[in-house]
């Protein structure tokens, strides 16, 4: 069964950092370009990063870009995204995707609330 | 980059009804980078349709799909209890994802 599974989430200060990582499973994680996409809570769905098979080519929406870094390891199958200067707008449940096969698969999502 | 508009904003129906809910793009996209997503209050987004018309696994086949260039439609052609949700359109394929602002169906 394709699979991804977040983590990582939680209670941070602003200004504070939190790295989430996402574990794949039931497919050759290693041959997909990997994403993070972020729902504010009630909100809509916002693309935030992307990378590609072997991690040499990243991008990132222009509010978190400087900030959020996006990174994989191929050989433990598991997706990471460095959340660092984070802000109260951050807060929102992360998601990590993928389209395997034309189809997308995504995680169960994992929360993140930046507040004091 | 490309936007993606929806509407309705919200649809109010009653089950057993047709729901047709729109998705139209500010440039074209290739049909084969057009999905539907279903999302229900705590719940990940569930793929319905991918490549604009093609149902993913598992999906009951009153789901449909269609559309090209700049226009896609997604249609419930009898609307069950379980369908009331918010649905959403992308764009895949290339860099920035792009998602609609979403449709909520509810029950009337």
């Known amino acids: 069964e394709v699979q991804l599974v977040e983590s990582g989430g939680g209670l941070v200060q602003p200004g504070g950092s939190l790295r989430l990582s996402c574990a794949a499973s039931g497919f050759t994680f290693s041959s997909y370009w990997m994403h993070w996409v972020r729902q504010d809570p009630g909100k809509g769905l916002v693309w935030v990063s992307h990378?590609?098979?072997?991690?040499?080519?990243?991008d990132y929406a222009d509010s978190v870009k400087g900030r959020f870094t996006i990174s994989r390891d191929n050989a433990k199958n598991t997706l990471y995204l460095q959340m660092n200067s984070l802000r109260a707008e951050d807060t929102a449940i992360y998601y990590c995707?993928?389209?395997?096969?034309?189809?997308?698969?995504w995680g169960q999502g994992t929360l993140v609330t930046v507040s004091s | 980059e490309i936007v993606l508009t929806q509407s309705p904003g919200t649809l109010s129906l009653s089950p057993g009804e047709r729901a047709t809910l729109s998705c139209r793009a500010s440039q074209s996209v290739s049909s084969s980078y057009l999905a539907w997503y279903q999302q229900k209050p705590g719940q990940a987004p569930r793929l319905l349709i991918y490549g604009a018309s093609s149902r993913a696994t598992g999906i009951p086949d009153r789901f449909s799909g269609s559309g090209s260039g700049t226009d896609f439609t997604l249609s419930i052609s009898r609307l069950e209890p379980e369908d009331f949700a918010v649905y959403y359109c992308q764009r895949y394929g290339s860099s920035p994802w792009a998602f609609g602002q979403g449709t909520k169906v509810e029950i009337k």
């Open positions: 995707a993928s389209q395997v096969a034309g189809a997308g698969v």
């Open positions: 990378i590609n098979i072997d991690g040499s080519n990243t």
